[in-house]
């Protein structure tokens, strides 16, 4: 049995925006953010990591949501494997950002399972519900007011930036981590 983790990336989307914003050049993390289909990008997250490295990686967000799910459950499907939800956290810490779409994530699970997968059974770890309700108490734009990712964001000047990350479903871009950085130890992903 394989699995498919599916890492909410909500903080490192917010810094990826923030650096590229800063810079003003154009980077391999802007042209994913961008839905370019020939990008690839090295990412440091340490949730990615962690995981098994036969595991198949998929970096998911409140902004590609819809379609990185429907991949997870896709691949699932043809491997009878599992999915799970991984959050990368922010400098080895807890973050309500990456917490708060990794709720928003399990429901469109959830909902996607519902009504395409019904052959899939769920069986949802507790961790799933404590996600989901962070989702609910939570539910932007009301996440941005209380996470220090965002906050940073702000008093950066980018008050457009942490916005542009929790809009829903607008792009199809899947990244996969598909191999590691010889040099650097940092791992490569690309689009599905």
């Known amino acids: 049995m394989s699995s498919v983790l599916l890492q ?6 917010t810094r990826a925006r923030h650096a590229s914003s800063q810079q003003k050049a154009s980077s391999k993390r802007e042209k994913l953010l961008r839905n370019d289909q020939d ?3 090295a990412v440091s997250a340490t949730a990615f990591y962690a995981c098994p490295e036969d595991a198949t990686r998929l970096a998911g967000s409140f902004y590609n949501a819809h379609a990185v799910v429907l991949h997870a459950l896709k691949l699932a499907q043809e491997r ?12 080895g810490y807890f973050a309500l950002d990456d917490a708060t779409c990794a709720g928003y994530l399990a429901l469109e699970l ?3 399972a519902t009504e395409h997968f019904q052959e899939i059974p769920l069986h949802l770890h507790e961790s799933v519900y ?6 609910e108490a939570y539910k932007p ?17 980018l008050v457009e930036d942490p916005y542009f990350c929790i809009q829903t479903s607008k792009s199809t871009s899947i990244p996969m981590v598909v191999g590691r950085e010889e040099e650097t130890g940092l791992l490569v992903l690309e689009q599905v």
């Open 141 to 157: 734009p009301k996440v941005l007011e209380y996470c220090d990712s965002a906050q940073s964001v702000f008093q950066a000047g």
């Open 8 to 13: 909410p990336w909500q903080s490192c989307l």
């Open 110 to 112: 959830q909902r996607l």
């Open 39 to 41: 990008a690839s990008y």
């Open 80 to 91: 009878t494997g599992n999915i799970s939800l991984v959050c990368s956290g922010e400098l």
């Open 130 to 135: 404590a996600a989901t309700a962070l989702y």
